[in-house]
């Protein structure tokens, strides 16, 4: 599973790094337990020390042990001012929301493969994605506990269709849907308890549907 990006950016990394050297003994670390504590490559512990090697704040003991040699570690890895403690905040949520927005259009692309295959396009409510299917069936709506003893609707229309809800009225709820490219099936599926030798719609023959 791939981590987030801002989990592996080396800004993150960084600062995992300068916290393992605040409390190791002596500011010396073992770059193959760092790499394992912090969960990435060693490369990437590499990326970190050569920076700080090359500005003289650590230096390698042998070729796996390195020696922070800088500042004091309070003063370099203490309590910054507030305004930067927010600058790095908002960096922070930055690039989380960068990660947010690559996840989401993964699983964007991801759906409108599944609802854009023929095959799948004949089975009914593709709107709904399991890992072996692109379509949820009666006995799914019936597994939602907060559908029980509900009367759930379930529509199937065509792209740009338009559902509009107007204001309640004391004694009902209207629900208006209208389609200009193609038919719109609508499914009224009251979830009851589940009893002991009860039918369900994939015990039928044939299923009742309102268009």
């Known amino acids: 599973v791939k ?20 409390t190791a003994p002596d500011g010396v670390l073992d770059l193959n337990e760092v790499a394992t504590m912090l969960g990435v490559r060693k490369r990437r512990v590499y990326d970190i020390t050569n920076v700080l090697d090359g500005i003289h704040l650590i230096q390698k003991r042998s070729k796996n042990l390195i020696q922070w040699v800088g500042s004091n570690l309070d003063q370099v890895v203490g309590k910054a001012p507030e305004q930067q403690n927010l600058k790095d905040e908002l960096s922070d949520l930055s690039a989380m929301e960068e990660a947010l927005d690559e996840l989401i259009k993964d699983c964007a692309h991801q759906l409108f493969e599944l609802t854009d295959d023929k095959e ?4 009914p409510f593709n709107s709904c994605i399991t890992l072996t299917r692109a379509y949820v069936t009666y006995q799914d709506i019936c597994s939602i506990q907060a559908f029980q ?14 559902l509009e809800i107007p204001i309640p009225k004391e004694d009902c709820i209207e629900v208006h849907v209208k389609s ?21 719609f994939e015990d039928m023959d044939t299923v009742t549907s309102e268009s």
């Open 3 to 22: 981590k987030p990006r801002f989990d592996a950016s080396l800004v993150y990394l960084t600062r995992k790094f300068m916290d393992l050297v605040k």
């Open 120 to 123: 799948n396009a004949k089975y």
């Open 149 to 162: 003893e509900q009367i759930v609707i379930a529509i199937k229309a065509p792209e740009e269709t338009k």
């Open 180 to 200: 200009t490219k193609g038919p719109i099936d609508v499914y009224l599926c009251e979830v009851e308890q589940e009893k002991p030798g009860a039918k369900t």
